[in-house]
């Protein structure tokens, strides 16, 4: 299963790329456009997560809504497509927002099918092989797509419509890996925890404290989902355009800068998962969230393309950690909703990604270049306590509950 999200992951990060060198270095779109530009694809969604996880819960094939994300996500990518040979910053959010769209009717079933099939002791690790597969795509749609560009950008500059052909590729991919999920997942195979021993612990009940305790945590978990969120798209839609316009202005060279950091912490995700099985939550949040603000002041400090290659290898590794961190957790607060659960935490995501580029791209235009990064810090060391409060007053209610050390040193 995991597998065919190789096909699905081709066009990632090539199409993140050109969308930002596009509409910065060809249309000379703002930071605001820009911003705009992702948290419209963030619109889409956030809308379909409003109901994605409802329907997650209660329809016998989950492939099935993966196969319509799939192709959703393939017809936006023919949209961009378009939109790039008119020239047209319209269109190309309105292929955003189609891709944000069918893109929470991909990842919310999927992430569903992975709990279901995997040991919750062993959960991040899971995660973390479908964070693998994403790195092989992302490297051979790297290789494939910006080979073509290069060389064709090189010979018929002006010919947008062979220059992005890559594209029009990646996008059927798409439509290949939705196929293959039906034809190839069978959903009845599942991970069976329950023993007569310890059924009761994965019972839909309180085990420890009252409602109100579970509320308050709830509260703020949503608090911190939405401000990580914010803080995590602050930045990353202008990264690409930083480099180019401080560090290095050929886009090729900066393609090699970028994809180390792409593709490594993708492709080391299941031995990190792996790790983070075996240490709390609390601590995954604190240790990840000081490296990722250490990292980030790292990276707008350097001047040379090479020493911040080696930078975003670590800071991205840092992000996949804690996203595995999170998804380790959420899904253990229900197995009944479990759907549900995973359709909240897009919809908080969605949220903080829409606002994140807004404020990134006003910044970016009022204050300076690297202001949308130097407050990305401050919030990533502001959201450490609420995260830890939240995971205080859940951990109590989880239905499946953590089997590690006591600490992160008894567990290396």
Same mark, same amino acid.
């Given at each position: %299963?995991? @597998? *065919? ?14 969308? !930002? ?12 456009? &820009? ?16 109901? $994605? ?17 799939? %192709? +959703? ?5 023919? /949209?961009?497509? $378009?939109?790039? /040979? ?92 939705? =196929? !293959?999920?039906?034809? @190839?997942?069978?959903?009845?195979? @599942?991970?069976? !925890? ?48 930083? $480099?180019?316009?401080? &560090? ?8 090699? +800068?970028?994809?180390? +950091? ?13 790790? #983070? ?5 609390? /601590?995954?949040?604190? $240790? ?21 290659? =080696? ?21 253990? #607060? ?12 897009? %919809? ?13 791209? #006003? ?10 990064? %130097? ?6 060391? =502001? &959201?450490?306590?609420?995260?830890? &409060?939240? *995971? ?12 590690? @050390? ?7």
């Amino acid at each position: %299963m995991i @597998k *065919i999200v190789i096909l699905n992951s081709v066009g990632f990060y090539f199409l993140e790329f050109l969308i !930002q060198y596009f509409t910065s270095q060809q249309l000379g779109a703002s930071g605001l456009q &820009i911003g705009l530009i992702y948290s419209i694809l963030t619109i889409g969604h956030m809308l379909s997560s409003t109901f $994605v996880g409802w329907i997650t819960d209660r329809i016998k094939s989950k492939t099935k809504l993966i196969l319509i994300g799939s %192709m +959703g996500r393939g017809i936006s990518y023919f /949209i961009i497509y $378009v939109s790039i /040979i008119l020239r047209n910053l319209s269109l190309i959010g309105f292929g955003m927002f189609i891709l944000g769209f069918f893109a929470g009717f991909f990842w919310i079933p999927f992430d569903t099918l992975i709990a279901e099939k995997s040991d919750k002791n062993v959960r991040s690790y899971a995660y973390g092989r479908r964070d693998f597969a994403i790195g092989i795509g992302i490297l051979i749609g790297s290789i494939l797509g910006f080979t073509l560009f290069a060389i064709l950008n090189t010979l018929i500059p002006d010919n947008l419509a062979l220059v992005y052909i890559g594209i029009l590729i990646f996008g059927a991919s798409n439509f290949i890996a939705g =196929i !293959q999920f039906v034809r @190839k997942v069978d959903e009845n195979i @599942k991970y069976n !925890q329950k023993t007569s021993d310890d059924e009761t612990e994965f019972e839909e009940k309180d085990s420890k404290g009252s409602n109100s305790f579970l509320y308050i945590g709830l509260a703020f978990l949503l608090i911190a989902l939405i401000s990580s969120n914010i803080n995590g798209t602050l930045a990353k839609p202008f990264l690409n355009i930083y $480099v180019l316009e401080n &560090i290095e202005s050929d886009p090729i060279l900066a393609v090699i +800068g970028f994809l180390p +950091g792409y593709i490594i912490s993708f492709l080391i995700a299941p031995r990190v998962g792996n790790y #983070i099985d075996k240490i709390k939550p609390s /601590i995954g949040i604190t $240790v990840s969230s000081l490296l990722g603000a250490l990292f980030t002041w790292l990276l707008i400090s350097t001047p040379n393309l090479w020493v911040f290659s =080696i930078l975003l290898i670590f800071d991205y590794t840092i992000v996949n950690a804690a996203n595995l961190v999170l998804n380790n957790f959420l899904s253990r #607060i229900s197995l009944k909703h479990r759907g549900k659960v995973l359709s909240l935490n897009s %919809m908080c995501k969605n949220l903080g990604t829409f606002l994140g580029p807004i404020i990134g791209g #006003i910044v970016w235009d009022l204050i300076s270049i690297k202001a949308p990064f %130097m407050i990305s810090i401050f919030v990533e060391l =502001i &959201i450490i306590p609420i995260y830890l &409060i939240s *995971i205080f007053y859940l951990q109590p209610h989880l239905t499946e509950k953590y089997e590690v @050390k006591e600490s992160f040193v008894e567990s290396m």
